[in-house]
């Protein structure tokens, strides 16, 4: 129930319940030795967060069983709310569709034809969205003019953007689940016809199918074969028109942009073109129709046809349920970086519709939520492409770190400027082109029942239907004409969630969990907090634009630094954080299934399956939490981490992975290759100084005190203990014999040949002369990095060489780690 809706009370309640207890247990442990904390004084906070990244005092806490006790109680807490936050969906959405048109058409005979649509919609069989004027005005000026229902004499109107401005339509979808057998199945995506005419005594309807007193204009998305299809009155024939193939995955929002551009000179051709843009793309061909007239009074269907189509048998399948998301109507024809920016704000943005709500300008958060939607809309290609075939490459370069190569936000200032203005994908929508503009949370529980649901002649005088209002919120506007409200018919029909991340934006961002990280006294609880906070900002330009504009990335930093508590899990959400479609703990059961070691998992290979869908979508993620050195410190700690981190990065860019390109350029923006580097050196020295306590004897598990503090000149022993430190955290790897490397084989460093395969493997996608530079720089220093005996000889060198233990190797020369790495 959390993870759909709460209120922002019901939010903050939550917060107090669940979080409360871990800050105040993080309050506790501060007080000094017989120290008590006030009872009236203990109330959650959320603090100041430049008070909650100051250096804590220092205290020794004893893992005690009651502190386990009490940390598994944090973990269950920090789990719960984690999981709220996954689980929430953000997008309010009516359901539509549920029949068959086999129901209306053939097993409703005795009913009415205007009226079946609305039987099964009693009965809970079928759920549809119905305008019932697209000119309010003009239907206000109807109904007060005629008693009588309208006959064809009273349609002399046309509606004006079908012979002069064209009209677009567009709207958000979600198809619910898959169609596996094949079946014929239909989604009603729009359908305009003319208003109810007179009915005859069969109640078949005065006007059938291909006469000319009923016009109408239908858009549906026919599943199995998997493309759009349009037909209207004007088609003699009754066929539809066919736009290319267009995959649609069901479980993921579509959306889909129709445009009607009337024919410009009517005596010479009666031809209007059909523009069909899907996801901000456009489909490969557009499709030309007859022109057809409908009066301004004309209605409006979504989730089924209009009942003579419906009933006409050209049309046949069942109506499966699908999501209704936001929709527009307009009087003007949109064009591709119209289509691009709706995309790209996605179907939660509420900014399209509501004057009061305000516009989402940073680019980079933008960015990072439509390259995860580019990702899962089954476009085949790369996100590279994606973004070509809609005239925006620039794209690919945005993050708010890159705001340093520049200034401003004009639309001359480039990517670096973090405004969707440098890119054109700023939503502007004229108010007064709008006709209308439905959202499933601007409902009334009130329904109303329209002259369309009335029939004088019938002897119940009236029916009522069990329905919703959808508030048309373009009707704030004074200017144009806009339609009437919208009746949603059907059981259950409106879902308008508020879920945890909009909970986090209207408190103040996702900065004010900071304190949590903060109070965190174990991997597994601070993995727990980095989870919490991630689920938070997925696919949420508001709360990633405070990570990245904000400082939260920074923060995050800064706090990992100070806890020094990291480990795989750690690293798996902060990874988690920048890569799309990585799950933290998949390799570990991946491992598991494959009966791999612990070793092997931190850095053997990734699995295809893994790896060929991640995409690198948050570069301040990545810069701020993962290619930081002073948050992986390599001195404290062992190869494990790092070597895992490489891993992960030869999984960004394997050759089968879908978007290796677009990763590995947008990795090498970020100064990938002298990171490499870096780290290649930096664990060089590492493994120099582990080979050198090796040498001098030091084992892995002596302690610290055995090594001498002076030198036998009198000096401080600095490197001794430095390079007995390196050989207890595992920086060791046996030296290969120089005979074997110099035949071909690989010197069996993993961490260093990990380097070698991702500078490989960026370089190939992306090469400038600083990336050269840079590698013939780290090339010459390996000379001057000294360490380990390149002459091994006796039985205890035989002894480590675990590859080929064999006497004839004795006194044969082995590689110091310097060598290796160069």
Known sequence: IAAFSMTYNDFVSLLRCVAGPILLADQEDGLAVGETKNESNKRIRLGVISSSVQNKKACTITKSESWQSRETGFCNRLETLSVIAERGDRVARCEVGGDSLNSIAMYMQKVPLEDRIYKLAEQGRLKFLEVESVDASAKAVAGSSHSAPQSKNDSVAVWSPLVSTGFTYCVWMRQHHPVKDGSQCSLFVFDISSPPVEKSSEGSGSFPYGSSGHEFFSFWYDIPNQRFCVLSSSNSRGEPTCFPVSPLPAGVWHHIQLTYEAPRRSILGKKAVITLYIDGRPVESDAKVEAFNLPPTARIHVGVPNPVLASSGIVRGSLPLWDLGPALLMSTVLGLRDATAMYTAGPEFPGIFWGDRPQRLSLAAAATAAFVMLAENGEKGSVAGALRRRKVPSMEAVGHVMRERGFGGGPVAGPESDSLSAVGLLCKVAPENIIFGFRASSSSSSYVQSSSMRDSSSSNGSRNHFARRLINVSRINSGGSVSTDAVVYGHSSIISPNCFADNVQWIGGPNVLMPIINAAQSSSSLALSLRMIRESVRRHPPNLEMLQAGGGYRMLALLLRQKRIMDVNVLDQCFAF?????????????????????????????????????????????????????????????????????????????????????????????????????????????????????????????????????????????????????????????????????????????????????LRRVLTFMLTPGDLEAIAGAAIYTVSITGGSPQDTGPDALQKDNQAPQPDVAGQEKLAPGAVAR
């Open 578 to 758: 920048a890569v799309h479609g990585f799950v933290p703990g998949f390799q570990e059961k991946d491992s598991k299934g494959k009966n791999n070691s612990k070793s092997e998992s931190s850095g053997g290979p990734l699995s295809k399956v893994a790896t060929h869908r991640w995409v690198f979508a948050d570069l301040d993620a990545m810069k701020y939490l993962l290619l930081n050195h002073q948050v992986w410190d390599l001195n404290g700690a062992g190869p494990e981490l790092p070597l895992r981190l490489l891993t992960y990065f030869n999984g960004l860019v394997v050759a089968h992975s879908t978007h290796a390109a677009f990763n590995s350029r947008r990795l090498h923006l970020l100064g990938i290759i002298r990171w490499t580097l870096h780290l290649m050196l930096e664990a060089t020295e590492l493994f120099a100084a582990g080979a050198s306590a090796d040498a001098l004897g030091f084992k892995p598990e002596d302690p610290l005190d055995k090594v001498p503090r002076t030198t036998p000149e009198g000096t401080p022993n600095r490197l001794g203990i430095a390079a007995a430190v390196a050989l207890k955290n595992g920086w060791f790897a046996k030296p290969p014999l120089v005979s074997r490397t110099a035949a071909g084989l690989d010197p069996g460093n993993d961490m260093l040949l990990s380097c070698k395969t991702l």
